[in-house]
């Protein structure tokens, strides 16, 4: 079973920037997709960015586009997420997970969870 642990999460002030650290061990890193997600108070937990095994293939919501840059390290088993320009509605506790596969698809179905790190984003 994949064990995950996110770390760099904090308050900033809106225009701000964090990145975010995910360390995973258990499986194979190199070989799966990587996930970046949030949950917000009330609302449902979504994908924010994604990344295939090799690195080369992105996949970001609308809401990020521009903002936010998913990369990985295949040697330090750690995706990370640089978040730039943050905004408010970026408010959210940030899980990453790994997929069972080298690609990724949109989806949040995952069996287990890391216990994710918050980002706190103030006007």
């Known amino acids: 079973q994949v064990h995950l642990v996110e770390s760099g999460g904090g308050s900033v002030q809106a225009g701000g920037s964090l990145r975010l650290s995910c360390v995973a061990s258990?499986?194979?890193?190199?070989?799966?997709?990587m996930g970046w997600f949030r949950q917000a108070p009330g609302k449902e937990r979504e994908l924010v960015a994604a990344i295939s095994w090799s690195g080369q293939g992105t996949y970001y919501a609308d809401a990020v586009k521009g903002r936010f840059t998913i990369s990985r390290d295949n040697v330090k088993n750690t995706v990370y997420l640089q978040m730039n320009s943050l905004e408010p509605e970026d408010t959210a506790v940030y899980y990453c997970?790994?997929?069972?596969?080298?690609?990724?698809?949109?989806?949040?179905?995952?069996?287990?969870w890391g216990q994710g790190t918050q980002v706190t984003v103030s006007s």
């Open positions: 997970n790994m997929y069972d596969t080298g690609t990724y698809y949109v989806s949040t179905d995952f069996t287990s």
């Open positions: 258990g499986q194979t890193f190199s070989s799966q997709a």
